[in-house]
């Protein structure tokens, strides 16, 4: 079995967050150190897939219902506009190894990039 992440101890209520969306398969909430004026994590609920490539090979629904959820987020708490980003490995600056997606909206920077 994988190693318990952070967003893992999320799913199961051990680290309390302000939960702004959530599905039966699906939960968003603020980033911890936000890189953008809005700035939202959503994650799917199982704890099986590290990254993206592997989350859209099994669960194809799941992937379109963060999309889906990131899309209502961004319209609640910006214009509806905004910016989707799968790191994927830690080359590519990605920490948690519990597939989520970031939601940057807002008068975002040219050179916004999480991480940075
Ligand atoms: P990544 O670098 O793509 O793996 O992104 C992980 C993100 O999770 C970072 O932007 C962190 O700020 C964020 N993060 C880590 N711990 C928490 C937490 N307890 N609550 C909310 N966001 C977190």
Redesign the pocket.
Known sequence: MAEET?FGK?VSGE?P?KILAETDRVLA?????P?APVHI?VIPKTTAYANVTELAAAEPETLAEMITVAQQLATEHASGEYRL?F?TGAGA????FHV?A?VLAGNLEERTL??A
Do not use: K, L, R, S
């Not at 909430?29 to 150190?33: G, K, Q, R």
């Not at 600056?93 to 948690?96: E, M």
């Open positions: 952070v999320i680290i967050v909430f603020p980033d911890i150190a890189q994590i980003i790191n600056g990605q920490t948690v989520h970031h999480v991480g």
